[in-house]
């Protein structure tokens, strides 16, 4: 990546990056039964119906959102970084994360844009600390390899 020399474009591949391992993470916590749903069958849940959530057209739109969210948390923290200086990158990411967090899941859950709703308050929990992770990976990305991008503060 040191190779990169455009900052929207890092911001973009650190996203994907961190959303790979993210839904490696939300999975594992699906299988040993911490997260109640999948990041991507929630997102889904948003534009068809529940009961075709597994089928091939309904992951692979659930894929393409979450891979969206995360990518504009990447230019998110890239804003962040760019008017704050890198300096502190991964907290500026894990607060970037939760601020996501927050906002995706009280916003499309209390407005009933989503239809899949976890009723575990461990999914949540589960879920904080995904959306912490994607920051942290994108904040430390941007750090470590887009340095000439930023002021210094």
């Known amino acids: ?23 490696i993470l939300n999975y594992c916590s699906y299988l ?13 849940s948003a534009f068809v ?4 959530i597994d089928a091939p057209p309904a992951i692979f739109i659930g894929l393409v959102a979450d891979f969206i969210v995360a990518i504009s948390l990447g230019i998110f923290i890239l804003i ?5 200086g890198v300096d502190y990158a991964i ?15 009280a916003i499309l ?10 009723q575990d308050p461990a999914s949540y929990v ?6 912490s992770i ?8 941007l750090q470590s390899y887009g340095k000439q991008f930023f002021v210094k503060n």
């Open 49 to 52: 119906p529940l009961n075709k």
């Open 126 to 131: 589960g879920h904080i600390i995904d959306h």
């Open 91 to 105: 907290v500026k990411g894990i607060l970037s994360g939760l601020f996501f967090w927050l906002m995706l899941f």
């Open 1 to 23: 990546m040191g190779m990169i020399k455009d900052k929207f474009i890092l911001a973009t591949l650190a996203a994907i990056i961190a959303n790979i391992l993210g839904i």
């Open 134 to 141: 994607r920051g942290s990976v994108i904040g430390w990305i």
């Open 109 to 118: 859950f209390n407005a009933g844009i989503v239809k899949l709703i976890p």
């Open 80 to 84: 962040i970084l760019n008017l704050t």
């Open 32 to 44: 040993l039964n911490i997260n109640e749903y999948l990041l991507w069958k929630i997102a889904a």
